[in-house]
Structures are given as structure tokens and as C-alpha cells.
């Protein structure tokens, strides 16, 4: 579970946050699997020659390296993609920029940078920037958002936005949805476009603050501000998840989907609740909130499931902390049901011993929840779940595990990108195949673990799924990761 500090020790620890042109040639086909290959999407770097963002000389920048990739398909036009992603990790705290690659015809893929740090060209006054999110709207507009930090100069977190009209091959309206210094700290933020509202989007975060009054030591309630305009202007940010009734206690992983049926708006999270020394945690729950009113009013938050998420280590060897996606839910709704789904880690099938992803699903708006279900093999730790349900009604998960390291390996963790689909939702129509390269997840960067992303991405694509993930290689110590993306049809 990743588990916050104090904001006296932010800088250093919650502040592990979380253009390319031409042709994108596919990788090889693995000759023992018939998975679809896949499109690399970043290639070069375009701040190479950017030395802003040292906070310290302990300060390790990954040259090359791109993590925590996200997507978005244009709903008029399935190959018309925009991804994002880190580029040039940090050790100690987000990269030195965020970049997107963005494809016309869903197979070449171009660059360009997204103007959230000093690094980028025309970008915002902050060194480092983290937590990429793009989504598009009905009437084709791009939505990017992200976290711009400071770690020297001051100690400033934002909530940043920019739209695109051409796909994702220029940026404007960059806005400043948000900003604070310390005692407060802005985490996670992600990014939603109303399926049915052109011209409307929201953006969604968890505001830590470490001196709040009364007796709390912690407080961590939920922020949103939205766009009416198509991006030109946002709202100011206001609180809409509450957690000032439960000492040291905050939310993390707000995520929106909608049901395009309806227009409810479906807001899920993990709420988490500290000892009085915030040295462990006391109790942690997922919970959801909706809103029929396009975001203006939500309701009181209902709990989806229990986090029981441990921590995520090398199996073989505990003393190597892996980085993935435990604490941050994944939801969908079923465009023609709106079942609601949400893919999560869990300990629920171990014993406690370690995460599987798992999966719960509500059939009446959010009201109720079943059991969690069991979808990564047994016996074998897995991470980093992302789920889309298609126009027919396929649930489609995919996820990071370990399926093929053996016993006594210590030198190696051999990663796996697995996709697992559940026709109509129905576990017994269960199909898998693995979408990735067998990869060494320890050639990584390391930043508060050995670190691929705190997400992956997948969306629904006309009658299958697209997703994107990274994978390592051995080019190090410069570009030891990459992004890749696929498109894969389903039932």
C-alpha cells in the first residue's frame, strides 16, 4: 500500500509522484505466443538537454526513460489515439516532463510535448511534473492533464490542463486549475471528458494537508474542478469528497467514469484511515460517489470494496520494493447495462501474502456490491490492473505479473502484460493471453520501487480494446523503458 508521510517529509516522500516523429516500426512477435505486436510510441527524447529539476545531490534523473502511460481514443474514430506518459523519471520525485504521442491512423505514431514543466517548450514555471491523464470528448477534443511540482525554488504542487483540437498534435488553453504550498500537497489527479456533455471534462485529485485544525494530524478530502467551455476555462477548485469527520484520514485514486445512458458521473477512490502516529494504516476502504447533475452535487459515498493490498515486493527477494498500482482503483461501466466494475489489488486470495488483481461489480448504479472475484492466476502475484467494457459488453482487463519467475530467482524479475477478457462479464467465458515481451521489471527506474507507473492504460476500441504499457530492456542506464501500445479484438 503506498502509505503517506507527514507533509514535514513530503518533499522527499509523497513527492514520489507519481515528441515522436515518423513511423513507429511494431516489436517481434514472441514465437511462443500469438499475441498481436505491439507499436512502440516513444521514441526519442525531447528533454534531453533539459537540466532543470535537480532538487539535491542525491537527485537521479533517468535519461530516456518513459513511465505511467495513459490513452485516449477518440470515440468518432478509433484510430484516431493520443497517449501520454513521464518522461525522464526522477528517482525522488516525478520527471523532468510529460510528453504524448498521437496517431491519425492507429498505427504511426508522432510526438509531442505537453507544457506542464520548465523542460517542455513554452511550458509552466514548475521543475518536474508527474501523473499524465488524457481523455477525449464527444465532439473530438482532447483533454491532457498532469501535476506540475517544485522541489528547489519552493514547495509548490498544481493541478495543470491543456486541450487539443487536432488530435493531440498542438496544446493551448494551459490552465492552472489549482496550486498550493506546503502544508498542503496536490496527489493524483486524473482527468475525465463527460461522454455526453461536448465541451465538459473534470478533473479530480486528493489535497493532502498536514496541519489541519483540531486534533487531526492528516487530512487528505477530495478535489474537483471542472470545464464547461471545451478546456478554454476551468472552476476553482472546491472539496467534494469529505474526510474532516475521521482523524488522519485522506483519499486517493479519484477516478470518473460515466454512464453514457444516464449521464451519472461515477467518482471512485480509496479512502484511508492512519494511526494516531501515521505510522501504519488503521483502515481502508474503496467508495464511490455520483453525481446526477454534471458534477455540480455529489452524493454520500458508498464502499465498494475493502483495500487489503500489501506491500508490492520482489517475491523472491522482499528487500526489492516494486512500484505498481495498489491504493488506485480501475472502474467502468458497461455502456448498454451500466454495470459498474472496478479492477483493484487485493490480498484477498493469498492469505494476505501478496496482491492478485481482483474485481467487483454493482447492478444498481453503485448502490450495492458483489464479492470480489478472483482474475490473475492463483498463486501468483499481480499488479497494475486497468478494465474497459466494450460496445458488446466484454470486460477487458490487463495487468503486469509474475507468472514466470522461478524459484530462488533473485537476480531477474521476468514481467509479464497480460490481457484476460469475460465475455458479457460472465467469469465462466473467461479467455487470457499474454500482449507483452517477457521483461525484466528490475531494469526499471527506481523511485520509491522499481517503478513502471503507478497506472497503465486501456480503453474500449470499437469492438476490442487498446492498451498501453511499459515494458523495460537492457539499453541502460539510459532509455531502459519504453511505451507500447496494441490494439486487440475481443469477442
Not at 453525481?291 to 506491500?311: C, I, K, L, N, Q
Not at 448504479?365 to 459488453?393: D, K, N
Request: charged share 20%; proline share 8%.
Amino acid at each position: 500500500m503506498r502509505v503517506p508521510v507527514p507533509l514535514t517529509a513530503v518533499t522527499a516522500a509523497a513527492l514520489l509522484l507519481g515528441t515522436v516523429t515518423g513511423a513507429a516500426p511494431a516489436a517481434a512477435a514472441d514465437p511462443d505466443t500469438d499475441r498481436t505486436p505491439l507499436v512502440k510510441v516513444s521514441h526519442g527524447d525531447p528533454y534531453a538537454k533539459c537540466t532543470v529539476g535537480a532538487r539535491s545531490p542525491d537527485s537521479v534523473v533517468y535519461p530516456g526513460t518513459e513511465v505511467e502511460p495513459y490513452l485516449s481514443v477518440d470515440p468518432r474514430d478509433p484510430k484516431r489515439v493520443v497517449t501520454v506518459f513521464q518522461q525522464d523519471r526522477w528517482n525522488d520525485g516525478g520527471a523532468r516532463g510529460l510528453a504524448a504521442a498521437w496517431t491519425a491512423d492507429g498505427r504511426t505514431f508522432h510526438r509531442s510535448t505537453l507544457p506542464f514543466s520548465l523542460c517542455a517548450p513554452g511550458g509552466a514555471d514548475y521543475e518536474r511534473a508527474s501523473d499524465p491523464w488524457v481523455s477525449t470528448g464527444p465532439d473530438g477534443t482532447v483533454y491532457a492533464g498532469g501535476e506540475g511540482v517544485d522541489f528547489v525554488k519552493s514547495t509548490r504542487s498544481a493541478l495543470l490542463a491543456v486541450t487539443s483540437r487536432d488530435g493531440g498534435r498542438t496544446w493551448q488553453n494551459l490552465t492552472t486549475t489549482h496550486a498550493d504550498e506546503q502544508p498542503f500537497f496536490n496527489d493524483k489527479p486524473s482527468l475525465t471528458a463527460d461522454p455526453v456533455r461536448a465541451g465538459t471534462a473534470y478533473q479530480v485529485w486528493n489535497r493532502l494537508d498536514n496541519d489541519p485544525p483540531g486534533p487531526s494530524a492528516l487530512d487528505g478530502p477530495g478535489y474537483i474542478s471542472l470545464t464547461r467551455d471545451g478546456g478554454r476555462t476551468w472552476s476553482r477548485a472546491r472539496k467534494f469528497v469529505d474526510t474532516g469527520s475521521v482523524p488522519n484520514t485522506q483519499t486517493i485514486g479519484h477516478l470518473i467514469v460515466a454512464d453514457r445512458r444516464t449521464g451519472t458521473l461515477y467518482d471512485f477512490f480509496d479512502r484511508i484511515t492512519y494511526s494516531d502516529d501515521l505510522g501504519t494504516v488503521a483502515e481502508a476502504h474503496y467508495q464511490v460517489v455520483t453525481s446526477t447533475d454534471a458534477g455540480e452535487t455529489w452524493s454520500a459515498p458508498v464502499t465498494v470494496a475493502r483495500d487489503t493490498s500489501v506491500p508490492e515486493v520482489d517475491p523472491n527477494d522482499p528487500a526489492k520494493p516494486l512500484r505498481a498500482a495498489s491504493t488506485l482503483p480501475s472502474p467502468a461501466v458497461d455502456p448498454k447495462t451500466g454495470t459498474l466494475y472496478m479492477a483493484y489489488e487485493g490480498s484477498d486470495f493469498s492469505g494476505g501474502k501478496f496482491d492478485s488483481v481482483q474485481l467487483v461489480r454493482s447492478t444498481d448504479g453503485g448502490r450495492t456490491w458483489g464479492t470480489p472475484e478472483l482474475i490473475s492466476p492463483e498463486g501468483v502475484p499481480a499488479f497494475s490492473p486497468s478494465i474497459a467494457v466494450t460496445e458488446g459488453g466484454t470486460v477487458a482487463l490487463t495487468y503486469y505479473d509474475l507468472r514466470f519467475l522461478e524459484p530462488g530467482n533473485t537476480t531477474t524479475l521476468p514481467t509479464a502484460h497480460q490481457l484476460v477478457t469475460l465475455r458479457h462479464g460472465n467469469p465462466g467465458l473467461r479467455t487470457e493471453r499474454r500482449i507483452s515481451r517477457i521483461f525484466d521489471w528490475l531494469r526499471a527506474p527506481f523511485a520509491g520501487g522499481y517503478f513502471l507507473g503507478d497506472y497503465q492504460g486501456l480503453v474500449a476500441d470499437g469492438k476490442g480494446v487498446r492498451a498501453v504499457l511499459t515494458e523495460t530492456h537492457s539499453d541502460a542506464p539510459r532509455n531502459r523503458t519504453d511505451v507500447y501500445t496494441g490494439v486487440f479484438r475481443t469477442r
